[in-house]
Structure formats: C-alpha cells, structure tokens
C-alpha cells in the first residue's frame, strides 16, 4: 500500500477524522511526510515550535517531562494509529512536554501551515479537533480525580488495562514509565508489582511487564 493510501486509512480510523468526506481525507493524507526515528532519539522536546502534527505508523512514542528534582516523568505513551502534537499545531505555542522514540518508530509528519489551511476549509474537521480536544481533557480530569480518592492498585491497574487495549498484554514499559503514569514513585509500583507477580497476576521482565487482563480486571474494581 503506498504511504499517501496508507495514511489516509489510519486517518479514516482516527476519531479525529473519521466522517470527513474520503476526498478530503486523501488530500490531508498527500500533505503528509515520512520521518523515521530510532530508539531513544528526541522527536521535539519542550519548548520547540509546534510545527506539525504527527501520527504514529509503527513503533511507541513516549511523552514525557522533567520534574523540579531533574527526574524524568513518562505523561503519556503512543502507538501505531495514534496521532499526536495536536494542541501546540492548533494554538501556534511551544511543545509543552517532550517527545521520544521509546523504540524504532516510523511517523507521518503533517505540516501545521498545511494543516491550518486545511482547518480553514473544513469545518467538520475544525468540530472533530474539538471534540479530540475535549475527551483529552476529560481523560485528564478523570487520571486526577483518580490520583486524589483512587487507592494505588486502581490506578495501577486500570493504566495497565488501559496501555494492553493499546499495545497488547505483554508492555514494553519501565517501572519509572508506569509510576510518572499513575503519579506515584517508582518503589511504590515495585511493591504493588511484586504483590501482583506473587499472586499470577503479572510477569516482570527487563522493561517489560506481561499483564494477565483476567486477573487484573478484578483490582480495576476494588475502589
């Protein structure tokens, strides 16, 4: 499948674009570059120009921030079909995290200029950022509202359930990954992993966790 037809499919499956007239759809598509990315190089980091909007064609992207005491803080991890960059492509404004290959990625890059001028004449595009916008920050308010009453297993367990519909079962993430996730530190994943580990619940590898979705469903709702 050519790269153009391609993108134009993951668009087509992307809430943010899916009910856009497939012309328009295959014109953002054409508008679209490659950029290949190996493990561990920065995409952008905070404070660069938001100058385009990325979707992800293979690999993970890790979103992450610095925190006052100069630790690392994973935010959000992305996979093929996701697409990313949005809010400082919308609003012109610097990146607000940063962006790194978590492993060999493959992206299509849309330009904002293009992106813009699209926007401009496509109105039930401009509505679908909107709405991708608003369930951004639904999702945000909810992991905050989870942060503030949720005991840790929880929020542990529904970030791990949340990153297997996404990835699948077996996650390629860190214990400090998953503890900027959630909001907590990296030993107080450890404790709550090895509990789990000792009751079948996950596997622990070398960043890597092997989830058993069965048995987590049950800690999900213990609230």
Known sequence: MGKPLEFATLLGLNPLFSG??????????????????????????????????????????????????????????????????????????????????????????????????MLEREGRLAIRIIELLCARLRSTNERTEEMMFQPLPVRLARRLEALAADFGSDLQITQDELAGLVGVTRESVNRQLQEWRASGIVRLGRGRIQVDLERLAGQTRKA
């Open 20 to 117: 856009l007239d497939p012309d328009a759809i295959a014109a953002i598509a054409r508008l679209c570059q490659i950029r290949r990315l190996p493990a561990g190089r920065t995409l952008f980091v905070k404070g660069d120009p938001g100058d385009a909007l990325y979707g992800v064609r293979r690999g993970q992207i890790r979103i992450e921030t610095g925190t006052a005491t100069g630790e690392r803080m994973t935010i959000e991890v992305f996979g093929a079909g996701d697409l990313f960059g949005e809010i400082a492509v919308l609003d012109g404004r610097p990146r607000t995290a940063d962006a790194v290959a978590q492993e060999d990625c493959e992206l299509f890059v849309l330009p904002r200029a293009e992106f813009m001028a």
